[in-house]
């Protein structure tokens, strides 16, 4: 399935065809979420591969088997994606975790009754702009960047792909206070903290780690052991879907990149309202 030129208009946002199809996305907003689920969230380019390789390796109690040997897409694919249902049939696992871009106004009304552990990943919108920009210059499935000044206005006006990354974040975390099984994660943390961050998410998932298995866990998602792993940084995407000759998936994943770019307009945060967010 390339369709790498078709655009799925769903609720008033642009979905990449070549992933999403009309029916996968209204099945997402249908599926029998299961309380043992674990449910990973973000907007695009805010370290959704890093908490993705986290929760494998909390799951494994920081043995990096599973995540040498598996794709992040089939260990924890996406729910609106058109394969989704496939990878789910053919899971030999009981646990599922499950990666989403959805907006909460989507998504929200499913999850209601579930008591499905969400970890909501958010990062820098300066960070997330770069690097969606960057991401765009190697993904056949995205439309072409142009200049960063387009790019950034079109991420300013929520015209890109997936949405808004304002009303995306403000969605989620506005839920923080009243859903008791929802984490709010940032990138920043796990950069400055990984082992913290460790914890936090464990936590979350109850699943409890020794001392031990926690460096485990950071060793093996540190940065450049996942750059370096092929299931984790879609070097096993042909050519045709990735141009890897463009960039690579796995570019920095330092804070603070987008000081190494004119950014000349300021992001207005002052368009959200965030509490203990880290901007």
Avoid at 48 to 65: A, K, Y
Wanted: net charge positive; aromatic share 10%; charged share 20%.
């Amino acid at each position: 399935m390339a369709r790498l030129d078709v655009v799925e208009t769903f609720h008033g946002l642009f979905f990449p065809g070549h992933l999403h199809t009309q029916d996968s996305l209204q099945l997402a907003l249908k599926f029998p979420f299961q309380d043992t689920d674990i449910i990973i969230v973000s907007y695009p380019k805010s370290g959704t591969t890093w908490m993705q390789e986290i929760v494998t390796l909390i799951s494994s109690r920081g043995d990096p088997d599973v995540s040498q040997t598996v794709p992040n897409w089939a260990r924890a694919p996406w729910l609106e994606h058109h394969y989704f249902t496939a990878v789910q049939e053919a899971s030999p696992t009981k646990a599922r975790v499950i990666t989403t871009h959805l907006p909460h106004h989507l998504l929200g009304p499913t999850l209601q009754s579930s008591k499905a552990k969400v970890i909501y990943v958010s990062r820098n919108p300066k960070d997330v702009v770069v690097s969606f920009y960057h991401f765009h210059k190697m993904a056949n499935f995205l439309p072409e960047a142009g200049s960063f000044s387009e790019f950034l206005n079109r991420f300013l006006d929520g015209k890109l792909h997936y949405g808004s990354w304002f009303d995306h974040i403000k969605g989620w975390t506005s839920q923080t206070a009243t859903m008791n099984n929802l984490l709010h994660i940032t990138y920043e943390e796990m950069s400055m903290d990984i082992k913290g961050a460790i914890k936090r998410v464990s936590s979350h998932l109850q699943s409890p780690l020794l001392e031990d298995e926690v460096n485990n866990c950071a060793k093996h998602c540190s940065f450049s052991r996942m750059k370096d792993n092929k299931m984790a940084n879609y070097t096993l995407v042909t050519e045709d879907i990735m141009d890897h000759s463009k960039g690579t998936f796995m570019r920095k994943g330092k804070i603070g990149d987008w000081k190494n770019i004119n950014i000349k307009k300021r992001i207005p945060t002052e368009r959200i309202e965030l509490k203990n967010t880290k901007l």
